[in-house]
């Protein structure tokens, strides 16, 4: 894991403002809203990483997108169950994922004047999860289902029965599962007030804007 130690609290306005229109969600393609979302990033200038880690990797930060409407559950990460067994949280691709977010709301909507279906951006939001309170809380339910996956735990859902996060798997017979880290709604508001009250959040920062962007 990346363990330098990166704020940020507000990133470059001429990225995406709320009023800005992305595509409606694709029901059989629910990742392109986040797809365009990342398309923009990049076309700002932003070295967008795909693989493994933060989507931004110089700061530690990751993109997600999220219906303002929503209540399914939160994708935090993905990872593979061997990658789980083998690695604890601090040393995980979940972690990496799970240090700084900038989430960005959005709400359907169809254009009065052309009938379009879209969505637009409702807030774009900076949380800071790398405080160590924030980290115990997702490393200890996190170590709990690594357990049970080393244990050989086929379950489509591993919950750890503590703090509302699980892992989740499409294909739980396959010989390494593609897991998702999953929570729920109250999970997330937990972790994102936590974010906002943190020592860390109110700590030294470095704000992304158009000097300090990674090209």
Do not use: H
Not at 99 to 128: F, H, K, L
């Amino acid at each position: 894991m990346n363990n330098a130690k990166v704020k940020i609290t507000q990133i470059n306005t001429g990225v995406l403002r709320p009023g800005d229109l992305l595509p409606r969600q694709d029901p059989t393609d629910p990742g392109n809203v986040g797809r365009e979302v990342l398309k923009r990033f990049k076309s700002a200038g932003y070295q967008i990483n795909r693989g493994k880690g933060a989507n931004i990797q110089r700061f530690g930060a990751d993109i997600k997108t999220r219906n303002t409407g929503a209540t399914s559950p939160y994708t935090i990460a993905n990872s593979s169950g061997n990658n789980i067994k083998a690695n604890a949280f601090d040393e995980s691709s979940i972690a990496d994922k799970i240090q700084s977010q900038i989430r960005v709301n959005y709400t359907d909507w169809m254009d009065p004047d052309t009938g379009n279906e879209c969505s637009i951006v409702d807030s774009i939001a900076v949380y800071d999860f790398a405080d160590p309170m924030i980290q115990d809380e997702l490393g200890d339910d996190y170590e709990v289902i690594r357990g049970k996956i080393a244990k050989g735990d086929k379950s489509k859902y591993i919950t750890a029965k503590k703090k509302g996060f699980y892992m989740e798997t499409q294909n739980p017979d396959a010989p390494n599962p593609a897991y998702q880290f999953r929570c729920g709604e109250a999970g997330l508001r937990k972790i994102d007030t936590m974010s906002s009250n943190s020592e860390a959040f109110n700590a030294n920062f470095e704000v992304i804007n158009n000097d300090n962007k990674d090209k």
